[in-house]
């Protein structure tokens, strides 16, 4: 099992503000507040470790603001964290995430991870085609050659069901679930061994929804991805999560199985929140 | 245009006996010089410069000028040329302001006399030789512009050669057009790392800036930039494997290769133009001297021959 681990986080930390030496302890689930009162900082992550395997999907769970985009923000270098350790690793190599310098950096997130945001905007370049913006995560990785990289955006974009007709078309002409395929067609194109998924069905219509999330069971099974699905909706994770971290006020307060934790949550807040979605 | 920005021309000609050869003082030729080392040390690299206000507007070339008057002295030899042409208004006035300003250089128009040559939009169809350097003046230094609004982030996708949204550019051209439609401008990659704009010159000539035996340096006045082609350096225009780049063609609908009205030339870059009289497109050398150069070649053979 050991070997098969993709990611490894120990005691992530984020703070917003200049921070102060009370900032940990006087925030968190019981104080309920992320807030340091003393200082007015924000813990929007204190103490977050976990491990995620080749193949899984690890669900973030938590309500708005409970720290979960803030996780994978630093895990994918959209954030510097306060404190903390990542360890990636990778054909063989092992990267310490949060001490690679620029260049390191920008060589994971271009071809060894990818990311889907709620947003389409932050993931897709609405200045280029559907095609332009796969094309241009396939030339970041050195493919110089205008017919490969036309027919593989074809063969990503029939992948996630995009109508290949419309690959010269711009983002903004798409549906805001077509547009979600889009940018995990362009998450996919490098093949990452590591897959973000922040709130990718939150906003959709629930079909939708249902059919976006059939998609990424389907990429789950047939290749060895590991996905982080960070989301604030319990049918999300039922559905996709084998293992799950509940968080709240930038704590994890539960974590194991996805069925257990559902069945018989430990923590109250868990409880609360699996009883309102019943 | 360029002559209002002038106008001063008679009183700046009475006052110029109290400038500097060269116009601008040494230190501040000395800080150009310095960043042109900078630049040829690092080929493509933007080297930032404090670039100093000139009795015209920027936009008229004060970049080149500036790079002109920090490296000339009294034994160069000077051609100022704009779009191919020794004569159009705007090679004019900076050949005159720079003879007014340096006493004692001389001027031509012949690219084989000179030793320095500023230019605008071309590059001399006759290759350049080592001994000479070639001034380009160029209006927008980043080639990354076009795709990244801030400077602070386009200084870091030059430091990591990410080029990837440039490409992207091109992908979108060739989706679109079915070729590359970039005519001016043509993002090139330098010695393997940056990549320039090289200055408003027709993709005719960026075959010119790769190996060139002259040093080829670019100023951007307003844009405070200097940057370099050093001599026998990699210079080569993004493109993709299955689709190269290519020069402008100069053939008609039947796939002949148009010609020079004046000199017959069948090798030039053309420019077309419509004739006053009968209304037909007409095609000249772009490069008056090399037209000329020509005229006077077949005239001395057919001597010969005679
Ligand atoms: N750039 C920022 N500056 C200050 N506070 C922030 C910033 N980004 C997020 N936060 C705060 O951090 C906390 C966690 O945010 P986030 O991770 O986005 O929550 P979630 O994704 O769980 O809704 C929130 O209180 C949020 O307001
Ligand atoms: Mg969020
Ligand atoms: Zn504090
Ligand atoms: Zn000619």
Known sequence: MTNDKVLQVRNLSKVYGKGCSKCFELTGPEHNTNICPHCGSVVAAHDISFDLYKGEILG???????????????LFFDEIPSSGQAIFFDEGKQYDLFNLNAQQKRHLRNHRFGMVYQNPHLGLNFNVSAGGNIAERLLMSQLSNYQEIRERAIELLHRTEVLTERMDEMPKNFSGGMQQRVQIAK?????????????????????????????????????????????????????????????????????????????????????????SAL | MFN?????????????????????????????????????????YQVPYSSREMPMG????????????????????????????????????????????????????KVSEATLIQSRHR????????DQILVLQVPYPDALVVVEPSEDKRKIMHGEADYSRLLVKL??????????TISHRYPTRINGHYVIDPSPIPRW????????????????????????????????????????????????????????????????????????????KR??????????????????????EG
């Open chain 2, 58 to 109: 920027r936009g008229f070339g004060t970049g080149g000028l500036q790079l002109t008057l920090s490296l000339i002295g009294k034994k160069d030899t000077l051609k100022v040329i704009d779009q191919g042409s020794d004569d159009s208004v705007n090679a004019v006035n900076l050949r005159s302001f720079i003879e007014m300003t340096c006493p004692g250089i001389d001027t031509t128009t």
């Open chain 2, 205 to 280: 000539d960026v075959p010119k800036l790769n190996n060139s035996k002259s040093l080829i340096l670019l100023g951007a006045g307003r844009e405070k930039k200097i940057y370099a082609v050093p001599p026998y350096t990699l210079a080569e225009p993004l493109e993709f494997d299955d689709i190269p780049f290519r020069v402008e063609s100069f053939n008609d609908s039947t796939g002949k290769r148009r010609t020079c009205w004046r000199c017959g030339c069948d090798h030039s870059f053309l420019d077309e133009f419509i004739d006053a009289q009968t209304g037909d």
């Open chain 1, 187 to 275: 998450a996919l194109a490098t093949n990452p061994t590591l897959l973000f998924l922040d709130e990718v069905t939150t906003g959709l219509d629930l079909s939708v929804q249902a059919a976006i999330l059939d998609l990424i069971m389907e990429i789950q099974r047939e290749s060895e991805t590991a996905m982080i699905a960070v989301t604030h909706d319990l049918g999300v994770i039922r559905l996709l999560a084998g293992r799950t971290i509940v968080m709240k006020y930038g704590r994890i307060i539960e974590s194991g199985l996805t069925d257990q934790i559902l069945e018989d949550p430990q923590d109250a807040y868990t409880q609360r929140l699996v009883a």
């Open chain 1, 60 to 74: 973030i769970m938590g309500e708005s603001g409970s720290g979960k985009s803030t996780a994978v923000k630093n």
């Open chain 2, 283 to 304: 095609y000249q050398c772009s490069d008056s001297d090399y037209c000329d150069e020509q005229i006077k070649s077949q005239v001395n053979n057919q001597e010969l």
């Open chain 2, 171 to 180: 992908y979108e051209d060739i989706v679109k057009f079915n070729e590359i």
């Open chain 2, 123 to 130: 590059i001399p169809e006759r290759e350049l030789r080592e």
């Open chain 2, 4 to 44: 209002q920005t002038f106008s001063a021309d008679t009183q700046f000609r009475k006052a110029s006996a109290e400038y500097n050869f060269g116009f601008l003082d040494e230190y501040a030729k000395k800080e150009v010089r310095r960043s042109v080392l900078k630049a040829i040390a690092i080929p493509g």
